[in-house]
C-alpha cells in the first residue's frame, strides 16, 4: 500500500523507514546535520510549498535513502498508515 504525503507524493509503506516531526526533532544537531548532508545529496523531496511540518525517511529495495518534506503533520500522516495496515488486516 502507499501514503500519500501531500500534494501528489505518495511512497510505499513499506520503504518507510520514519516518520518525524520537524519542528521537535531539527532541534537536536545529529538531525540538522542529517537533513543538510541529504539536501547536498539531493536526496530531499519537497513535497510542499507551504510551511513544512514533517519529513519522512525512505529506504527502497535498491537501499537509496530519500528525505521527504511534507506540510502534514505527523499525527496526520500517522493516522493515514494506521487506516493502510489495519485495511490490510481486513483482507
Known amino acids: 500500500m502507499y501514503l ?44 510542499t510549498q507551504e510551511l513544512p511540518k514533517s519529513f519522512i525517511v525512505t529506504l527502497d529495495e535498491e537501499l537509496t535513502e530519500r528525505v521527504y518534506i511534507s506540510q502534514l503533520n505527523c499525527a496526520t500522516l500517522m493516522k493515514r498508515a494506521e487506516k493502510l495496515n489495519t485495511g490490510n488486516a481486513r483482507r
Open 4 to 47: 500519500h504525503l501531500g500534494n501528489d507524493f505518495i511512497v510505499n509503506e513499506n520503504d518507510i523507514i520514519g516518520i518525524f516531526d520537524l519542528e521537535k526533532s531539527s532541534v537536536s544537531k545529529y538531525t540538522r546535520d542529517f537533513l543538510s548532508n541529504a539536501t547536498k545529496q539531493r536526496r530531499v523531496i519537497n513535497c
